[in-house]
Antibody
Framework: QLQLQESGPGLVKPSEALSLSCTVS??????????WAWVRHAPGEGLEWIGS???????YYNPSLKSRVTISVATSKTQFSLRLTSVTAADTAMYYC??????????????WGHGTLVTVSS | SYVLTQPPSVSVAPGKTASITCGGN??????VHWYQQKSGQAPVLVIH???DRPSAIPERFSGSNSGNTATLTITRVEAGDEADYYC???????????FGGGTKLTVL
């Protein structure tokens, strides 16, 4: 059974960078047909896609966050990561990693981590 | 950019049928996916490719998509179905994921 687990600091200071990792177990990041994604859920808001990465390194990003976001696959191919720079209070959210189904296009998220809460505060 | 519009809330009595809509320009030309998110939990995929159900999802959940509206239908609603529901598409024109704003389903 595929499992995803987020990890990283729960508190980040304004203007600093947020860095999270997602560890994938029970399956390989290197399988074709899947991208690996980050989605966040701010308090009182809806779901927001941050971006998705293929094992080759190819990425798609949310245009509204693109200038601040980097998503990458670790050389171990068992983890992928999120880096979000210049954070503000608006970046406070539950951050989820997920598997993103793809073939001709990109489609749905079928496996999700439990999420990790990141608070931006001094 | 592409916009998906959902009603903020839907209420239904137990045992009845709930319909949650997701409006978008020519959404019938896109593949629509639906997620259930219960309070304090990660989202769960309940419908993909407009109307396909993952194996763990009860048959009470179904989906349709035509024209400018996609619909998630839940029959014989139970108290445990109370959650936020989100529709989602891939916007090919801008290569990005779009989520609807979410609908809170309340079971009366």
């Amino acid at each position: 059974q595929l499992q995803l687990q987020e990890s990283g600091p729960g508190l980040v200071k304004p203007s600093e960078a947020l860095s999270l990792s997602c560890t994938v177990s029970g399956g390989s990041i290197s399988r074709s047909s899947y991208y690996w994604a980050w989605v966040r859920h701010a308090p009182g808001e809806g779901l927001e896609w941050i971006g998705s990465v293929y094992y080759s390194g190819k990425t798609y990003y949310n245009p509204s966050l693109k200038s601040r976001v980097t998503i990458s696959v670790a050389t171990s191919k068992t983890q992928f990561s999120l880096r979000l720079t210049s954070v503000t209070a608006a970046d406070t959210a539950m951050y989820y990693c997920a598997r993103h189904m793809s073939s001709v296009s990109l489609y749905y998220f079928d496996y999700w981590g439990h999420g990790t809460l990141v608070t931006v505060s001094s | 950019s592409y916009v998906l519009t959902q009603p903020p809330s839907v209420s239904v009595a137990p045992g009845k049928t709930a319909s949650i809509t997701c409006g978008g320009n020519q959404i019938g030309d896109k593949s629509v996916h639906w997620y259930q998110q219960k309070s304090g939990q990660a989202p769960v995929l309940v419908i993909h490719y407009d109307s396909d159900r993952p194996s763990a999802i009860p048959e009470r959940f179904s989906g349709s998509n035509s024209g400018n509206t996609a619909t998630l239908t839940i029959t014989r609603v139970e108290a445990g179905d109370e959650a936020d529901y989100y529709c989602q598409v891939w916007d090919d024109s801008r290569d990005q994921v779009i989520f609807g704003g979410g609908t809170k389903l309340t079971v009366l």
